[in-house]
């Protein structure tokens, strides 16, 4: 079964630091694969995604992904990190078919120092 | 574009009473999901729609949760009755696959 997992329940970095949050899929097939930032009270945003060519992708707000087949990850990356970032973290992958559904990880909640 | 929109935002009730969760989808997308999002878990998939057709409702308690999507548009999930458990966010998506998924801002569902 396709299963999603985050190891890093939370994560704190001080603002201007760099990020990684990591995430492991098991999946049989290629995966499609996304990154979704929450914050309190908001719904999911996705920041961005992964189906197939160049294995880093560019997302919104200045982050990226590198989706790794050898190690089945896709970690999240900023260089950067700005306070607005403070948010809970979730990596999902999307099940190819007629069920299109994603499957989450538990998410990372980031915490960020000023 | 607007995007799902999902009321009531909260909602508190006593265990045992029921209630109804609304879910409007983005203009055009065929496939509605309903996740459901306890405090400090991911969302975990309830029931998935293909226009008015369900696609995938294997994890949803069907002793008391039910959902319709009359017409492909507009969806309601119902539990009933509801148990302390049952107290999470509710998360309508929608999408037009192979896209990606949009969500709505969610239902917090407290049960007293």
């Known amino acids: 079964a396709q299963s999603v997992t985050q190891p890093d329940i939370h994560i704190t970095v001080s603002e201007g630091a760099s990020l990684e949050l990591r995430c492991n899929y098991s999946?049989?097939?290629?995966?499609?694969l996304f990154w979704y930032v929450q914050s309190p009270g908001q719904g999911l945003q996705l920041l961005l995604k992964?189906?197939?060519?160049?294995?880093l992708v560019q997302g919104i707000k200045g982050f990226e992904a590198e989706f790794k087949r050898s190690q089945s990850s896709f970690n999240l990356r900023k260089p950067s990190v700005h306070w607005s970032d403070a948010a809970e973290y979730f990596c999902?992958?999307?099940?190819?078919?007629?069920?299109?559904?994603?499957?989450f990880g538990t998410g990372t909640r980031l915490q960020v120092t000023l | 574009e607007a995007g799902v929109a999902q009321s009531p935002r909260y909602k508190i009730i006593e265990k045992r009473q029921s209630v109804a969760f609304w879910c409007n989808p983005i203009?055009?997308?065929?496939?509605l999901y309903w996740y459901q999002q306890i405090l400090g878990q991911g969302p975990k998939l309830l029931i998935q729609?293909?226009?008015?057709?369900?696609?995938?409702d294997s994890q949803l308690p069907k002793d008391r949760f039910s959902a319709e999507r009359l017409k492909g548009v507009d969806s309601t999930l119902k539990i009933q009755p509801a148990k302390l458990e049952d107290s999470a966010v509710y998360l309508c998506?929608?999408?037009?696959?192979?896209?990606?998924?949009?969500f709505g801002e969610g239902s917090r569902l407290t049960v007293l």
């Open positions: 999946y049989g097939a290629t995966p499609y």
């Open positions: 998506a929608s999408s037009m696959p192979p896209g990606e998924l949009f």
């Open positions: 992964y189906f197939s060519g160049d294995t």
């Open positions: 999902a992958v999307r099940h190819t078919g007629t069920a299109s559904k994603l499957t």
């Open positions: 203009s055009g997308h065929a496939t």
């Open positions: 729609f293909q226009n008015n057709g369900v696609v995938d």
